[in-house]
């Protein structure tokens, strides 16, 4: 066995292994033929140290070599060709002794029956992976861990890859306080091949829209793409065959990112997320490679054109790398041969297409993949279907590089089936591409318009935080370095905010942050059995439930992945989609967004629609209707309004025609069926007659 180098590192690459025999290969019968063309089939398996722990360290391209019969030249008389390659475990591993193996021969050769030369050794060298950041109104952190903030808003290169086709888009709007601008990520667009993956909730104004996931394109040979979801659609997951992965901790105000490159990607990325070479002072780059001084210059190089993102469409063509097999050789992969009680290969079924990529989730994931890769063509009356797994409420949006349309998809209005052209009009606007960049405004001052001083939100922040679950039950594995900036940027947050809702918003990134040093420590896990546990089941399920191995199992009574929620507790409504006015003449007002507290996703969840009509002049309710909600996550559900005739008869006086053209809901909201929560009142008016205004209340005049 001739390895091309016997020293690797977890960088992705493939190396050439020739298998050679220095003596003529014999036919099955043990003859030697010049008549006949007799091939000797070769088994190689692979064993690595700490495998049982740590898994397998190496892949060949193939599992079986075939040494043909030949005439011997210069000392060799056959030779076969594959590869080996490293794998991909993101483990804290320093250098791994790995071995690659001839299995006993079998044969009705005697001189060959049984035989089994050396094996080889490969050291594998660790290459970690590096993080990427981008967390509220941003704060990003680096591959190489440079810190700075992005309060512009547009869509932007957050990472690019200029070694292979991968690249994340994201979007960017204002998510400040009445006193300061600032922007949140409210989506992001992932491409890996042909492979086109949105995860986005841009559609709209910020706390009344939901995230779509949608796979806008798929090579269907070559996809390796895996989708979870965790803490019932809190954390999205969207992981590719290279080791890369995009995260999304969702809020109702936007999403914060979470991004790994892979060891190959180190020296080779671009975007907001820097060069992933070591070194934090050349992170400000341009599209060049050139270093540049100021921060909004960097910005500015990767914000993208208006209509020129992945948002907005899909590469025509794609030059996709040369397919490769990777084949999982260990020990468990054999069987005993009947022969001779040796271990043999059972066949090459263990062999795929993407490079292996190990990463264990301390997490617990519902893999949620089968929902959007998937083939299934829309036929002309087919009824379009939708997922309803998790917290999220989703769109299943698929087309392949030809257009044609691959998925299902959900929409308030009546079912129908979608052409391909009906899935490209999916697009939206997005005002902020049309927008100049923002100029830094003046410094931030303390106290905050509402008086909150420096020393009092520094200690809100470091009681919520350091005190927070997951930071005491990762205390050994987190840094202070990483507390101290998740303390920051909650001070930042709340200096630029000035609301008491986003103290908690950075506890995500310690959650991440700790399960990557988990995994990193796979070989240490019984030491930190705490930090499993919180992880596993956030704030120790509140003590309303019991903690397993797939999260919280909550006691009678409980709900939620904490177990934090009453299910017999009384929803509230705190506002509705667009403060509760909507024009019919320019919107689809069949279906309303509601936003509270207390929501339980549960099949009696329902709607209360209470009608109201002028009489005397007066505004009187009639009887109410019911109708089953739509849930999206405990702060936010969708009520589908009963269906009403509400045009105004053509001999209809002035005054009355006033009054008729508006039509007034009250909507109220139960889990159960018998409590119902606080009204609300939803205002419908026609544009075209109709003027209306919030004030203090909604103001309607006749045009």
Known sequence: LKPEVSRVSEAGRRYELLVESTVPVPCPDGSFSSMEKCVLSVQLSTSSQDEDLLGADLSLSSCKVDLSQGPCSDG???????????????????????????????????????????????????????????????????????????YQIGTFVLYKSNLWTFEVHVRQWECGSLVHAASCVCGFVARDGGDVIAFDMCNGEMHETKPHLSVKSRHRSKSSIRISESYQGRKVTITFSSGAFVRADVSNWGMSLTLRAPSSDQNHTEGLCGTYDGQPDNDFHSAGGATLELLQDFISEWRLPAGSSLFDSVPAHVNTPSIHSYCSCQADHLKSSPVSGSPQISSDSTCTNHRPVHFRSFIPTLDVTAEYIRSVELQKGNERQQPTLGRLHRRFQSTDMQGTSTGATSSSAQHQSLSSSDLKSFSYFFPEDHESSVEPGPPLEWPTPSGLTQQQARAQCEQTVENSSIAVGCRLLLEDSIIG???????????????????????????????????????????????VSILRCPNLCNWNGQCSDWGCVCFPGFSSYDCSQQMDQIPEITKLMKEGLCNVRQEDCSTIQVFGQGFEDSSQLMCEFVKEKIEDGEWVMVAPQFVQATFRNDTGLECRLPVEDNQAPADMDLETMTNRAVTRWQIKVSNDGYSYSNGKILTLYDGACQICSLDTEIICTLR
């Open 485 to 531: 900036r998740a303390v920051a940027m909650c001070v930042a947050d709340l200096q630029l905010k000035d609301e008491l809702s986003w103290l908690n918003a950075t506890l995500p990134l310690l959650e991440n942050e700790c399960e990557q040093k988990l995994v990193q420590e796979q070989s240490r896990q019984g030491e930190h059995r705490d930090a």
């Open 76 to 150: 060799v008389c056959s030779r076969d060709l594959i590869h080996f390659s490293p794998n991909t475990d993101f483990v804290k591993e320093g250098e791994r002794t790995s071995y690659i193996s001839v299995n006993p021969i079998i044969t009705q050769n005697f001189l060959w029956n049984g035989y089994s030369p050396e094996p080889v050794q490969i050291n594998v060298k660790e290459v970690p992976p590096a993080y990427c950041y981008s967390f509220t109104d941003p704060h990003i952190i680096t591959f190489d861990g440079r810190y700075y903030e992005n």
